[in-house]
C-alpha cells in the first residue's frame, strides 16, 4: 500500500467525528421545542444527578474515604418459610451494589458468621464494635415475596423494609442512629411476569438486583430516569 493510499484513509480527528453528532441533536431539540439550555448541559456536563435521600438528610456520605461499612439484614423466620436465605442474599446483593458505587463494605459473610455465633446480641451496633467498623446498615425486612399478591403463577418481586443506618463513635465501640427510611419495592412495578416465560430462579436474581439498586439510590448518586426498567419486563 502506498504512503498516499495510507493517508487518505486516516481516521478523521475525534472532534470532527463529535461535532456532526451534537449538531444534529441541537436541531432535534430546537426542531421540538426543548430547551437549548438545557441540551446543551447534557452535551457538557452529562445527564442530572440525583441526590441521595441519605446525604440530603445527614450530609454523610458513606463513600467517605477511609469508611467502612457493614451491612446487616434481618427477615422473621415466618418469611423465611418460602424463602430461607432472603437475609443473607439480600445483604450481599446490597453489598455488591454498594461496593460498584465506591462504597466500601465489610465482608457480608463475617458478618453473619459473627451474628451465628452471637444469636442474642442486644444491638446491631456490636457487630460494627466487633470489627472496628465506622456505619452499620441494618436492613429489617417486613415482607417479601417472589410472587404477585393472591397468585401462584405471576411473578412480581415485593419487599417492604426499614432501613436504619447507625454510625459509630470514634472509638468504634457504639453507635447512634442517623439515619431511617422505608422501602416499598415492587418489581415490575405495573405489571407481572408468567412463572411460564422464566424460571424462579432468574427472576429472583433479576428481582435482588432491582432491589439492591432501589436500597443503594438512597446512598449514591443516581441519574433522571435509572428506574424506567423497572417498571415492566421486555
Not at 480527528?13 to 439550555?37: D, E, Y
Not at 446543551?40 to 456536563?45: E, K, N, P, V
Not at 465482608?107 to 451474628?115: L, N
Not at 467498623?133 to 436492613?139: F, G, R, S
Request: net charge negative.
Amino acid at each position: 500500500m502506498s504512503l498516499l493510499t495510507r493517508t487518505t484513509t486516516r481516521p478523521r480527528p475525534l472532534i470532527c467525528r463529535l461535532v456532526p453528532a451534537a449538531v444534529l441533536a441541537f436541531l432535534v431539540v430546537v426542531s421540538s421545542g426543548c430547551n437549548v439550555v438545557v441540551l446543551l448541559g447534557y452535551l457538557i456536563h452529562g445527564p442530572p444527578t440525583i441526590e441521595p435521600d441519605f446525604h440530603k438528610k445527614t450530609k454523610l456520605w458513606l463513600s467517605e474515604k477511609g469508611k467502612t461499612t457493614a451491612i446487616v439484614c434481618y427477615a422473621p423466620k415466618a418469611l423465611k418459610w418460602d424463602n430461607e436465605a432472603v437475609d443473607a442474599e439480600v445483604a450481599k446483593v446490597v453489598a455488591l451494589r454498594f461496593n460498584e458505587h465506591k462504597i466500601r463494605v465489610f465482608d457480608p459473610d463475617r458478618v453473619e458468621a459473627w451474628i451465628d455465633k452471637n444469636p442474642n446480641y442486644d444491638k446491631v451496633t456490636e457487630v460494627a464494635a466487633a470489627f472496628k467498623l465506622d456505619y452499620v446498615v441494618h436492613i429489617d425486612i417486613k415482607d417479601y415475596s417472589l410472587f404477585a399478591a393472591q397468585s401462584s403463577d405471576l411473578y412480581q418481586g415485593r419487599c417492604d423494609a426499614v432501613i436504619n443506618v447507625f454510625k459509630m463513635n470514634e472509638e468504634k465501640t457504639d453507635g447512634e442512629l442517623i439515619y431511617t427510611t422505608e422501602v416499598r419495592s415492587r418489581f415490575p412495578s405495573r405489571s407481572e411476569k408468567s412463572v411460564y416465560e422464566i424460571s424462579q430462579e432468574d427472576f429472583k436474581n433479576m428481582y435482588l438486583a432491582a432491589l439492591s439498586d432501589e436500597i443503594g439510590k438512597k446512598f449514591y448518586e443516581s441519574y433522571s430516569g435509572d428506574d424506567i426498567g423497572n417498571a415492566a419486563l421486555q
